[in-house]
């Protein structure tokens, strides 16, 4: 990947986020129509809204690039260079006035992400990640904190009832036992926690990629490591169950509880 590509890239990913966190912050604490979706999930016009503007900026600048989106439906989605976009992660922290939802914006090419960004318009806080470069949190670089063992580690998940099954259930419930201690909450604002260094593990199951794609690059940038409970890479075809830590060492050994 030439220099030159990634940074324009970048300079299109930083726009994106400029301009949906604009949106998104006129929408917010305001009487919205909150409507669910099939999987009785809410959305917004703020969602809506903030996607189509970015996709409206990525067809005006790179138009042989794909989209896909959480909202919309996916444009060019077999293209070389596909952006991956949610405008707001976390929609019910949004509609009940929390300030911890996030945009999250990446950029993957032949499958894998090279770029990403967590956007938090409210508390006006970005981490950006492009791959081979370190993770920049408000354009400052940031780095994961060492943690050799789960029994020192702190581990978020968004919630307790994300595990849709008795089995993934139990896997979480081996690693909230082996731990410090389990937080809840926070949607990608937990994820851009580990990649600072003020939290060790986030794992969650459920996922789709628009959740997770944009937290590869800010992960890796500042030192973490973020699979599937396979300890596989994430891409499109990821089953949904993520594992994120800032050492290699409570990541092994968060897949391991896992894996059982």
């Not at 930083?14 to 919205?32: C, H, N, P, Q």
């Not at 089995?167 to 937990?190: H, N, W």
């Amino acid at each position: 990947m030439k220099r030159v590509d990634l940074d324009s890239f970048a300079s299109l990913a930083e726009r994106l986020a400029d301009d949906s966190g604009a949106i998104v912050k006129r929408y917010f604490r305001t009487a919205i129509t909150v409507d669910d979706k099939a999987d009785s999930s809410p959305v917004t016009i703020a969602d809506r809204e903030s996607e189509a503007a970015m996709r409206s900026l990525i067809e005006a600048t790179f138009p042989d690039h794909g989209v896909v989106g959480e909202e919309l439906a996916p444009t060019r989605p077999d293209a070389p260079y596909v952006w991956v976009l949610d405008p707001i992660d976390g929609t019910k922290s949004f509609v009940t006035g929390m300030p911890l939802y996030g945009t999250l914006i990446a950029l993957l090419h032949e499958g894998q992400p090279i770029l990403g960004i967590i956007n938090h318009p409210s508390l006006r806080e970005r981490w950006t990640g492009i791959k081979g470069r370190a993770t920049l949190f408000n354009g400052k670089p940031v780095k994961t904190r060492a943690c050799e063992d789960l029994a020192k580690a702190v581990v978020y998940t968004t919630s307790p009832y994300m595990f849709a099954n008795a089995r993934d259930a139990a896997a979480y419930e081996r690693v909230r036992k082996a731990v410090k201690f389990a937080m809840f909450g926070g949607d990608c604002f937990a994820y851009a926690q580990v990649a600072s260094g003020w939290a060790d593990l986030v794992i969650e199951s459920g996922l789709k990629p628009f959740d997770f794609c944009a937290l590869v690059p800010v992960l890796e940038g500042a030192g973490g490591f973020i699979t599937d409970w396979q300890n596989r890479p994430l891409s499109l075809q990821s089953d949904g169950r993520i594992v994120a830590a800032g050492d290699r060492r409570s990541h092994l050994a968060a897949l391991a509880c896992l894996t059982g």
